[in-house]
Protein backbone atom coordinates (compact mmCIF):
# COMPACT_ATOMS: atom_id res chain seq x y z
CA UNK A 1 0.00 0.00 0.00
CA UNK A 2 0.78 4.07 -0.16
CA UNK A 3 3.10 4.72 3.07
CA UNK A 4 1.50 8.22 4.47
CA UNK A 5 2.76 11.35 3.76
CA UNK A 6 4.44 13.04 6.34
CA UNK A 7 4.90 16.73 6.23
CA UNK A 8 7.80 18.38 7.29
CA UNK A 9 8.08 19.32 10.84
CA UNK A 10 10.27 22.32 12.09
CA UNK A 11 11.82 21.34 15.09
CA UNK A 12 11.17 24.25 18.19
CA UNK A 13 14.05 25.28 19.97
CA UNK A 14 13.88 24.00 23.09
CA UNK A 15 12.21 26.33 25.98
CA UNK A 16 14.35 27.37 28.77
CA UNK A 17 13.51 25.74 32.13
CA UNK A 18 12.55 28.85 34.55
CA UNK A 19 10.04 27.04 36.00
CA UNK A 20 6.93 25.61 35.29
CA UNK A 21 5.05 28.52 34.46
CA UNK A 22 7.55 30.73 32.63
CA UNK A 23 8.06 27.67 30.18
CA UNK A 24 5.00 26.95 29.67
CA UNK A 25 4.44 30.64 28.24
CA UNK A 26 5.40 29.25 25.06
CA UNK A 27 2.76 26.44 24.74
CA UNK A 28 -0.36 28.63 25.92
CA UNK A 29 -2.65 30.12 22.92
CA UNK A 30 -6.18 30.82 22.41
CA UNK A 31 -8.42 28.82 24.19
CA UNK A 32 -10.40 26.62 21.58
CA UNK A 33 -14.10 26.74 20.48
CA UNK A 34 -14.62 23.11 21.61
CA UNK A 35 -17.03 22.36 24.46
CA UNK A 36 -15.25 21.32 27.60
CA UNK A 37 -12.04 21.15 26.10
CA UNK A 38 -9.90 21.81 29.31
CA UNK A 39 -11.89 19.11 31.20
CA UNK A 40 -10.18 16.10 31.52
CA UNK A 41 -9.51 12.97 32.24
CA UNK A 42 -7.53 12.49 35.58
CA UNK A 43 -4.05 11.42 35.03
CA UNK A 44 -1.79 10.95 32.30
CA UNK A 45 -2.74 8.50 29.82
CA UNK A 46 -1.61 8.85 26.14
CA UNK A 47 -5.00 7.32 24.53
CA UNK A 48 -6.54 10.66 25.96
CA UNK A 49 -3.77 13.05 25.09
CA UNK A 50 -3.91 11.46 21.40
CA UNK A 51 -7.53 11.84 21.54
CA UNK A 52 -7.18 15.68 22.73
CA UNK A 53 -4.58 16.07 19.59
CA UNK A 54 -6.96 14.85 17.10
CA UNK A 55 -9.65 17.33 18.56
CA UNK A 56 -7.24 20.56 17.34
CA UNK A 57 -6.41 18.73 14.61
CA UNK A 58 -9.80 18.75 13.35
CA UNK A 59 -10.91 22.11 14.32
CA UNK A 60 -7.56 23.64 12.73
CA UNK A 61 -7.93 25.74 9.44
CA UNK A 62 -4.54 24.89 8.39
CA UNK A 63 -4.49 21.49 9.86
CA UNK A 64 -1.70 22.92 12.59
CA UNK A 65 -1.59 22.19 15.79
CA UNK A 66 -2.23 25.74 18.37
CA UNK A 67 -2.80 26.62 21.20
CA UNK A 68 -1.51 24.59 24.34
CA UNK A 69 -0.55 22.28 21.73
CA UNK A 70 1.58 24.89 19.84
CA UNK A 71 5.35 23.94 19.66
CA UNK A 72 4.79 20.04 20.10
CA UNK A 73 8.00 18.44 17.79
CA UNK A 74 5.54 15.57 16.05
CA UNK A 75 2.00 16.87 14.41
CA UNK A 76 -1.00 15.84 14.95
CA UNK A 77 -0.90 12.44 12.39
CA UNK A 78 2.85 11.51 13.98
CA UNK A 79 1.42 11.75 17.53
CA UNK A 80 -1.50 9.55 17.12
CA UNK A 81 0.26 7.02 14.69
CA UNK A 82 2.98 6.72 17.64
CA UNK A 83 0.41 6.41 20.34
CA UNK A 84 -1.10 3.41 18.36
CA UNK A 85 1.92 1.78 18.81
CA UNK A 86 2.59 2.08 22.23
CA UNK A 87 1.43 -1.39 24.99
CA UNK A 88 -1.44 -0.78 27.25
CA UNK A 89 1.18 -0.65 30.09
CA UNK A 90 2.92 2.13 28.03
CA UNK A 91 0.21 4.19 27.42
CA UNK A 92 -0.86 4.02 30.99
CA UNK A 93 2.10 5.21 32.59
CA UNK A 94 4.28 6.68 30.10
CA UNK A 95 6.40 8.53 32.67
CA UNK A 96 8.32 5.14 33.81
CA UNK A 97 9.90 4.59 30.55
CA UNK A 98 12.95 4.64 30.40
CA UNK A 99 15.02 6.39 27.85
CA UNK A 100 15.55 3.08 26.25
CA UNK A 101 11.39 2.85 26.56
CA UNK A 102 11.63 5.36 24.29
CA UNK A 103 13.75 4.12 21.69
CA UNK A 104 11.80 0.77 21.43
CA UNK A 105 8.40 3.11 20.98
CA UNK A 106 10.67 4.94 17.96
CA UNK A 107 11.52 2.20 16.31
CA UNK A 108 8.17 0.41 16.22
CA UNK A 109 6.92 3.29 14.43
CA UNK A 110 7.62 3.08 10.69
CA UNK A 111 11.01 5.38 9.31
CA UNK A 112 8.86 7.37 6.79
CA UNK A 113 6.99 8.71 9.68
CA UNK A 114 10.41 10.49 10.87
CA UNK A 115 9.59 9.72 14.65
CA UNK A 116 12.68 9.96 16.77
CA UNK A 117 13.84 9.07 20.38
CA UNK A 118 13.63 12.95 21.18
CA UNK A 119 9.87 13.30 19.99
CA UNK A 120 8.57 10.25 22.01
CA UNK A 121 10.28 11.84 24.88
CA UNK A 122 8.92 15.26 24.27
CA UNK A 123 5.64 13.96 23.38
CA UNK A 124 5.79 12.54 26.91
CA UNK A 125 6.46 14.98 28.46
CA UNK A 126 5.08 17.75 27.23
CA UNK A 127 1.40 15.84 27.33
CA UNK A 128 1.91 15.67 31.10
CA UNK A 129 2.42 19.55 31.28
CA UNK A 130 -0.48 20.28 28.59
CA UNK A 131 -3.12 17.94 30.94
CA UNK A 132 -1.88 19.26 34.04
CA UNK A 133 -2.45 23.01 32.68
CA UNK A 134 -5.23 22.29 30.93
CA UNK A 135 -7.00 21.06 34.18
CA UNK A 136 -5.84 23.70 36.01
CA UNK A 137 -7.66 25.96 33.13
CA UNK A 138 -10.94 24.04 34.09
CA UNK A 139 -10.70 24.62 37.98
CA UNK A 140 -10.10 28.17 37.11
CA UNK A 141 -12.94 28.87 35.26
CA UNK A 142 -15.17 26.65 36.52
CA UNK A 143 -14.29 28.82 39.78
CA UNK A 144 -15.80 31.84 38.06
CA UNK A 145 -12.72 33.97 38.77
CA UNK A 146 -11.50 34.18 35.33
CA UNK A 147 -13.37 34.45 31.56
CA UNK A 148 -12.09 32.38 28.71
CA UNK A 149 -8.91 33.63 27.86
CA UNK A 150 -8.73 34.77 23.95
CA UNK A 151 -4.78 35.94 23.82
CA UNK A 152 -2.08 34.13 24.92
CA UNK A 153 -0.92 36.50 28.05
CA UNK A 154 -4.81 35.96 29.50
CA UNK A 155 -4.15 32.15 29.25
CA UNK A 156 -0.56 32.57 30.66
CA UNK A 157 -2.08 34.99 33.61
CA UNK A 158 -4.78 32.45 34.35
CA UNK A 159 -2.08 29.39 34.73
CA UNK A 160 0.24 31.48 37.11
CA UNK A 161 -2.78 33.02 39.44
CA UNK A 162 -3.73 28.85 39.66
CA UNK A 163 -0.29 28.41 40.83
CA UNK A 164 -0.97 30.92 43.57
CA UNK A 165 -4.69 29.75 44.39
CA UNK A 166 -2.96 25.87 45.18
CA UNK A 167 -2.03 24.58 48.60
CA UNK A 168 1.47 22.71 48.01
CA UNK A 169 -0.58 19.15 49.03
CA UNK A 170 -2.33 20.07 46.16
CA UNK A 171 0.44 20.75 43.94
CA UNK A 172 2.08 17.32 44.89
CA UNK A 173 -0.91 15.95 44.42
CA UNK A 174 -1.77 16.98 40.84
CA UNK A 175 2.37 16.09 39.93
CA UNK A 176 1.70 13.01 41.52
CA UNK A 177 -1.17 12.22 39.08
CA UNK A 178 1.86 12.45 35.76
CA UNK A 179 3.73 9.50 37.57
CA UNK A 180 7.09 10.53 36.47
CA UNK A 181 6.05 11.92 32.71
CA UNK A 182 7.98 15.12 33.60
CA UNK A 183 11.68 16.29 32.26
CA UNK A 184 14.09 14.96 35.14
CA UNK A 185 16.12 18.20 34.78
CA UNK A 186 13.42 20.71 34.77
CA UNK A 187 11.71 22.42 37.70
CA UNK A 188 9.32 20.27 39.66
CA UNK A 189 5.45 21.37 39.19
CA UNK A 190 4.66 21.36 43.16
CA UNK A 191 6.55 24.77 43.44
CA UNK A 192 9.52 23.28 45.34
CA UNK A 193 12.17 24.88 42.98
CA UNK A 194 14.06 21.44 42.96
CA UNK A 195 14.82 19.70 40.11
CA UNK A 196 11.87 17.30 39.33
CA UNK A 197 14.16 14.02 39.38
CA UNK A 198 14.86 14.70 42.72
CA UNK A 199 11.93 16.04 43.97
CA UNK A 200 8.61 14.11 43.17
CA UNK A 201 9.48 11.64 40.68
CA UNK A 202 8.29 8.26 41.38
CA UNK A 203 11.67 6.69 39.37
CA UNK A 204 13.76 7.89 42.28
CA UNK A 205 11.83 4.98 44.25
CA UNK A 206 10.86 2.09 41.50
CA UNK A 207 12.63 0.31 38.77
CA UNK A 208 13.18 2.04 35.22
CA UNK A 209 11.39 -0.32 32.52
Known sequence: GMAPKVPEVPKVPKIPEK???????????MAPKVPDIYNLPEGLVMDDFATIVKKYQEQS????????????SMDADQIIATVALMTVEEKTAPGMLSPQGWRKVANRVPPNWNVTVADVRDMIHRSAQIMIVMNRMDTELKSGRHKAPTTKEEFA????????????????AEVKKMNGAFPGNGFCPCASRKKYKSCCDPKKKRQLW
Open 61 to 72: TDGRLSGPLEGL
Open 19 to 29: GMVDSLKGMVG
Open 157 to 172: NIVKQSQLNLTQEQRI
